[in-house]
């Protein structure tokens, strides 16, 4: 079975953001970037699975700029076999990820995709379930738990109120939540391995796919700073403040 | 011009932060319909036929809905979107599985976590984790999008009823299948929605010590909402988790026992009217947005609290 885990660039989760002084986005320049942290879960669920005999071949792809191959070496360091790099603007909105994803399952034909719920800048939580919907498959988001067996994916989900169990007919796409699982370590021989695995450069345009800018980005401010507030000695103290003058119980 | 708003429940019981997601609908300034997608739930579409602002319901009452799954409700959605503008849907975990759906295969965009509408076509949304906040244009013709629910007042109930209209989905093959459910029994306020929250963090070490943090809740009528690592820990279900991944809330006071305040906690809490802190770190950076500062043992001053209360 073959598994396509598509993964993103972000800026790493530990970097202060700040935003541009004239409020056009967010400051990255020398940002230290990183495979999402979700992605990393998406990739290590995927090696698990082969480790365990169900997948195949693990293949990840990324739609951005070439300097991401930083990130797919990362994850064929973990132990992905082959990675495409789909060449595009980073800038790129969800939906049109999703219709250059489509066109990656068409040409690739894996019968899971494997990615995480959202990447860590954009926080839009939507190119799983839109790339489900344009292949036609069955989604199951937000998983902390997964097994496939006889041509079904059975997947507990994360949601409101506890946790929900679904059995999606393969293929189908699997977002991945936290809790899925811990993502390995890379050695050494595992980064110098890495680099002899195929990389394989696409030009987004040679999928004929029109995409076309659904939203502006009028502007980027920072939020509305919250000052710190008193030191209080004990606890009578504090239930003085939030009876009186917070007014709060 | 015309909002379809699906709405929150269980089949049983509207959920409250409905009401919020109608008022962020009243600001667009179209008619407000709101969808009902569900089995056996007419009770759920009379609550909302109830809502002020709400001048339709419509009912999509099948066994294909019982579980709200993605696909035969994107479907129903997508089926019903030529009457409408704006398709909203409340920022869950069942909006966020659900809409993105819909709006590939309406081939719009969809506008993420919305916090404040500007025009019917702009709004504010946060990014990296609410470090930065966005102001976004959309180009489509229809707008897709989900609302942060505490970013929004409650609208209030109204005597008169809005009609209540049957619809109907298009026969579906089904691609997943509804196995099981474990929901999270609880007397205590919902989180999302509650006005107060009293949250632990790593420090409380188990799930036994977990137990005071539920105390001080019960004493101020309070949810209970916890850090990653709390979760992570194994100490609370995921579903108590604060912050960019997991519950945004706003409310009234919020209470850190033990949290140090790492910037993806701090998002879903700091729009909190009232903040305390209590942790034996005087550096965390917890300490830097709370109005109200206690730096000592959590052991030693919450059930002094609890005592206290």
Known sequence: ?249 | MATLLLVEHDNHQLNAVTYNAVSAACELGNEVTLLVAGENCHGVAQQASHIAGVTNVLLADASAFKHQLAEPVAALIHALRQDYSHLLAVASTNGKNILPRVAALADVAQISDVIAILGPKSFKRPIYAGSAIATIESLDPLVIMTLRASSFPAASVSQSAAPITAVYGEDYQPISRFVDEQRVQSDRPQLATARVVVSGGRALGSRENFALIEQLADKLHGAVGASRAAVDAGMVANDLQVGQTGKIVAPELYIAVGISGAIQHLSGMSNAKVIVAINSDEEAPIFKIADYSLVGDLFEIVPQLVAKL
């Open chain 1, 1 to 249: 079975m073959k598994v396509l885990v598509p993964v993103k660039r972000v800026v790493d989760h530990n970097v202060k953001i700040n935003v541009k002084n004239d409020g056009s986005q967010v400051d990255l320049s020398n940002a230290k970037m990183a495979l999402n942290p979700f992605c990393e879960i998406a990739v290590e669920e995927a090696i698990r699975l082969k480790e365990r005999g169900i997948a195949s071949e693990i293949v990840v792809v990324t739609i951005g700029e070439e300097i991401a191959q930083e990130q797919l070496r990362s994850a064929l360091a973990m132990g992905a076999d082959r990675a495409l790099l789909i060449a595009a603007p980073s800038s790129l909105e969800p939906l049109n990820l999703a219709k250059l994803l489509t066109k990656v399952v068409e040409r690739e034909q894996p019968s899971l995709i494997l990615m995480g719920k959202q990447s860590i800048d954009g926080d839009n939580n939507q190119t799983g379930q839109m790339l489900a919907a344009l292949c036609g498959y069955s989604q199951g988001t937000f998983a902390a738990e997964l097994q496939i067996e006889n041509g079904q994916a059975t997947v507990t989900r994360e949601i409101d109120g506890g946790l929900q169990t679904l059995s999606l007919t393969l293929p189908a796409v699997i977002t991945t939540d936290l809790r899925l699982n811990q993502p390995r370590y890379t050695s050494l021989p595992n980064l110098m391995k890495a680099k002899k695995k195929p990389l394989s450069i696409i030009p987004a345009e040679e999928f004929a796919v029109e995409l076309r800018p659904h939203t502006t980005l009028l502007k980027v401010e920072s939020p509305p700073v919250r000052e710190a507030g008193i030191r209080l000695n004990n606890v009578d103290e504090l239930l003085n403040k939030l009876k009186n003058e917070a007014k709060v119980i």
